[in-house]
């Protein structure tokens, strides 16, 4: 719900937002694009180590009357697998080196902390009963991810992160409604593929989005390059004559 008042609060788009976006994608690129690798690729590696060696007993994760409802769409998977697009989007975004770094100390704490809740409680989602040899992906999906690693959902945790870092900036460069709606969107059909994949139950989903917004909120009050801006600024007002 404030997400939408936002969007119908926001000031009117102008015709710079292009140009402030395609310039904030080209600032750093080479570093960003060997950043986020870095980052995914250093997640991936805890997050199948503790999947295929789990220190304790694993639980398998209780269904909920919802998880029952939605039927299996393996249609789905192409929303899911698009996350490692849209988690690119916000860093691939930011202005400064600064700033950069903050988003990746931040994310970087998210993932810590839902591979320590791995670590400690191991959880799985039932197993999945339909045959899905048949559709594209799936075997891939089922070999290399498992429904291990459930609850809390990292597909979720991080996808609300991003959203909010996203929606955070795009608002900042008066991005029009439609583009902000779009990144809502694209995040609902993300968090959605993971039910309708079953690689997540309702509790994976919940649990995630609250980890996600533990640390997003936090992170978008901590903007160290603006306010050292802003203090340059002002300490340059306050030395005119």
Request: hydrophobic content about 55%; proline content about 7%.
């Amino acid at each position: 719900m404030n997400f939408l008042i936002g969007l119908q609060m926001a000031p009117p788009a102008t015709q710079g937002w292009k140009a402030e976006l395609a310039q904030r994608m080209r600032h750093l690129l080479l570093l960003k694009t060997a950043g986020i690798t870095a980052w995914t690729w250093l997640f991936f590696v805890g997050y199948f180590h503790l999947l295929r060696n789990p220190a304790y007993p694993v639980l398998q994760m209780p269904l909920t009357a919802l998880d029952t409802a939605i039927p299996l769409q393996p249609a789905a998977i192409v929303a899911y697998l698009t996350l490692w697009i849209y988690v690119g989007i916000a860093p691939g975004l930011q202005s400064s080196f600064v700033d950069l770094v903050v988003y990746g100390l931040w994310s970087g704490a998210l993932c810590i902390t839902g591979l320590a809740i791995f670590y400690f409680w191991p959880t799985e989602v039932p197993p999945l009963t339909a045959d899905v040899s048949g559709f594209p992906g799936f075997a891939t999906l089922q070999g290399a991810d498992a429904g291990g690693n459930a609850c809390p959902s990292m597909h979720v945790a991080i996808a609300i992160f991003s959203v909010l870092r996203i929606e955070e900036l795009l608002r900042r460069v008066r991005a029009p409604n439609w583009l902000r709606l779009a990144n809502l969107l694209w995040f609902l059909a993300i968090a959605y593929s993971t039910l309708a994949i079953k690689q997540h139950v309702v509790l994976d989903v919940i649990a995630g989005a609250l980890l996600g917004l533990a640390f997003a909120l936090p992170s978008l009050r901590w903007r160290p390059a603006r306010r050292a801006r802003a203090g340059a600024a002002l300490a340059a007002d306050t030395i005119e004559p």
